[in-house]
């Protein structure tokens, strides 16, 4: 059974940075891009960008350039999206996904 | 960016009828492989999103066939037949054709 098992919810001060993990298992991770997607409370969603996990290439969407880093540790089979100056817009649901799969979302939210 | 636009922004469906989403982009999704990667994805209350179509009609593995995706170029359409209680939630877009990966707003159904 192919299951993507986010981190827990964060509680940040503004200007710090958070660190997320997405731990896959029941698939070779190597195979499949991991794609990271951003949801603010009662909002729509918005793609972050993608890893390949074999490689490390990543691409981003340009508003997160300087927002969103994303690792994967081939090792462990988990995905990681580190996200910097924390702050109030930054609040929000964050997803991994293999689009066939969804990890379950880990909340983020920013306050000082 | 592609810019998806999806209509209605809400509808109210009565439990065994049907319902259509429509949904365009602001250019045509058909990449350079001839493929057009469109998905739909479907979040109901609380959970994580889950795709339900790709490649514009190709229904993923579990999803019931009283969903269909129709469409071609710029305009799509995900059709619901005999709708039921658990398909209440929000229905987006979303096409993957071109980065940034872009989602419409969302389509909430509701059950009248």
């Known amino acids: 059974e192919v299951l993507l098992q986010q981190s827990g919810a964060e509680l940040v001060r503004p200007g710090s940075s958070v660190k997320i993990s997405c731990k896959a298992s029941g698939y070779t991770f190597t195979d499949y891009y991991m794609h990271w997607v951003k949801q603010r409370p009662e909002q729509g969603l918005v793609w972050i960008g993608r890893i390949n996990p074999a490689n490390g290439n990543t691409v981003y969407a340009e508003k997160f350039k300087s927002k969103a880093t994303l690792t994967a540790d081939k090792s462990s089979n988990t995905a990681y999206m580190q996200l910097s100056s924390l702050t109030s817009e930054d609040t929000a649901t964050y997803f991994c996904?293999?689009?066939?799969?969804w990890g379950q979302g880990t909340l983020v939210t920013v306050s000082s | 960016d592609i810019v998806m636009t999806q209509t209605p922004l809400s509808l109210s469906v009565a439990i065994g009828q049907s319902a259509s989403i429509s949904c365009k982009s602001s250019q045509s999704l058909k990449y350079s492989d001839g493929k057009t990667y469109l998905n739909w994805v479907f979040q109901s209350p609380g959970q994580s999103p889950k795709r339900l179509i790709y490649?514009?009609?190709k229904l993923d593995s579990g999803v019931p066939d009283r969903f269909s995706g129709t469409g071609s170029e710029t305009d799509f359409t995900l059709k619901i037949s005999r709708v039921e209680a658990e398909d209440l939630g929000v229905y987006y877009c979303c096409q993957g054709s071109y980065s940034p990966l872009t989602f419409g707003s969302g389509t909430k159904l509701e059950i009248k």
């Open positions: 490649q514009v009609s």
């Open positions: 996904t293999r689009w066939t799969y």
